[in-house]
């Protein structure tokens, strides 16, 4: 059995739907009020995903600055291209974070927006983001911390049973918890700390949540237990939880921005 998400067309095309929603949109207004991107800059978007971050800063940056987004799934990667196909000067390409395609010392800017928890050496991988920065080039990083989820449901032991098998579609299901000492360990100089929270306490198709539920069901089952039915079970209660206004959801991402010394 394989352990993570598999980012095939589905899965990209959930993953997508998550982004499109407006906790998703206004994640990525945190990400570029932190930032604060100037035009003319090179930015590398780790784990680009299907683009949105990409396309938000490329627009920062405008046509004299360059976004290169990084991406291990191919599917991911066609979505991004399709997204900024009106943006020339946003390019994307195959890789990895712990082996990033390009020379050290070359951007400006990096970002991983929900990545590093699932890799594997994470450690690695910080040291690639440092080596690709130009000194004081600034980066931001957003992690989740799936173990602060909080769900109401009328079957508690079920949504357990759901969780804990769901913890499987990533490495490091608490990585923020260690993520800044890891930051200042890899040479790191850290500027910024700040929780952001996914509150959705109505069932509403443009929320996080909602969307998320989508994910979960689908990946489950035959993990830790946990049967086709009791997840199509545990979807069907947080649904008619939402008909019945009695709907609560709450989840903590962190955002760290970061310095590369000169």
């Not at 690639?128 to 080039?137: A, D, N, T, W």
Request: proline share 5%.
């Amino acid at each position: 059995m394989s352990t993570g998400l598999q980012f095939d067309e589905e899965m990209a095309r959930r993953i997508e739907a998550v982004y499109k929603t407006q906790d998703a949109l206004r994640r990525r207004q945190t990400v570029l009020d932190a930032l604060q991107l100037k035009s003319g800059e090179r930015v590398l978007d780790i784990g680009t995903g299907p683009g949105f971050v990409a396309h938000n800063m490329a627009d920062a940056v405008g046509p004299t600055g360059t976004v290169l987004g990084v991406d291990l799934s191919e599917p991911m990667l066609t979505l991004a291209r399709k997204r900024c196909a009106d943006k020339p000067w946003v390019d994307f390409q195959t890789g990895e974070a712990t082996d990033l395609p390009v020379p050290g010392s070359s951007f400006d800017v990096a970002v991983s927006v929900q990545v590093y928890e699932y890799v594997t050496e994470v450690v690695k991988a910080l040291a690639e983001m440092y080596r690709v920065l130009r000194p004081g080039g600034r980066a931001v990083v957003v992690s989740t911390d799936w173990d602060s989820m909080v769900w109401q449901a009328t079957n508690r032991e079920r949504m357990n049973r759901v969780l804990s098998a769901f913890e499987e579609h990533c490495v490091y299901a608490d990585l923020p918890r260690t993520l800044g000492p890891k930051l200042r360990q890899g040479g790191f100089e850290l500027q910024q700390q700040r929780v952001v929270p996914q509150f959705n306490p109505t069932y509403d198709p443009n929320t996080y949540s909602y969307r998320l539920i989508d994910i979960i069901e689908s990946f489950v089952p035959a993990r830790k237990g946990v049967t086709h039915e009791e997840a199509e079970g545990w979807a069907k209660d947080l649904r008619e939880l939402g008909e019945r206004e009695e709907y609560f959801f709450c989840l903590n991402q962190f955002l760290y921005l970061v310095i590369k010394p000169e």
